[in-house]
């Protein structure tokens, strides 16, 4: 069974710094200036940074106990928390100028 890693959000927030988290917390903005073919392209790209984000954190499971880090294990947090918020951003904007369009906003 898949561990849900969104339960760890406020921890890894609170173990990033604040440039990271103002940076995660700024991209909806951003996204709004992108082309829908652009935001399709680049959520692919989030999926792919997400399924290493998961082997990652695979791998570092595998690993013995003597070799995880905390810091291993915080970096590890860290790139699974900024690849899935950042690929639930691209697909909410995508889903957003979808229903925008169908409504003929767009």
Do not use: W
């Not at 940076?23 to 790209?45: F, H, R, S, W, Y």
């Not at 954190?57 to 970096?75: D, K, S, W």
Request: proline share 3%.
């Amino acid at each position: 069974m898949p561990i849900d890693m969104a339960k760890h959000d406020e921890f890894t927030r609170s173990i990033m710094s604040e440039k990271a988290l103002t940076l995660i917390d700024g991209l909806p903005a951003l996204l709004k200036n992108d082309t829908l073919d652009v935001l399709m392209t680049e959520l692919v790209e989030a999926h792919q940074n997400y399924a290493r984000a998961i082997r990652a954190l695979e791998e570092l499971c595998e690993l013995p106990e003597a070799e995880r880090t905390q810091e291993l294990t915080h970096g590890g947090f860290r790139f699974e928390y900024i690849a899935r918020k950042t690929m639930e951003m691209y697909r909410a904007e995508i889903e957003s100028r979808e229903g925008e369009a169908r409504k003929g906003l767009h």
